[in-house]
Nanobody, 121 residues
Framework: VQLQASGGGLVKTGGSVKLSCAVR????????IGWFRQAPGKQREGISC????????EYYISDKERFIIARDDAKMTVYLHVNSLKPEDTAVYYC???????????????WGRGTQVTVSS
């Protein structure tokens, strides 16, 4: 597996999670990494993306102030912090490799296994 998301779980409303996307192999050099999520019965939506340079970040979600994307080059890992969690944040969260940042999941070239985040009310 070249992309592996982890860090999900059951969290109470108002809590926070730190999701990790471990990237292996050539993907780190050849792709930018984006975070997406898919709630039950809904389409996969883009959350955020970070380019090779940490200053090159994009957020696509409506209340983006609750989301923070970050990267650790030494660990080849991209993180997504989600704060002030709401029940509607319940979803499977995925990281993906893209040629360029985009909120469109169809533009992702590599997908990792997702991690479930469940927010209890």
């Amino acid at each position: 597996v070249q992309l592996q998301a982890s860090g999900g779980g059951l969290v109470k409303t108002g809590g926070s999670v730190k999701l990790s996307c471990a990237v292996r192999g050539m993907i780190w050099d050849d792709y930018v990494i984006g975070w997406f999520r898919q709630a039950p019965g809904k389409q996969r939506e883009g959350i955020s993306c970070m380019g090779v340079d940490s200053w090159n970040t994009e957020y696509y979600i409506s209340d983006k102030e609750r989301f923070i994307i970050a990267r650790d080059d030494a660990k080849m890992t991209v993180y997504l912090h989600v704060n002030s969690l709401k029940p509607e944040d319940t979803a499977v969260y995925y990281c993906a490799g893209l040629i360029r940042c985009s909120s469109n999941s169809a533009e992702a070239r590599k997908w990792g296994r997702g991690t479930q985040v469940t927010v209890s009310s």
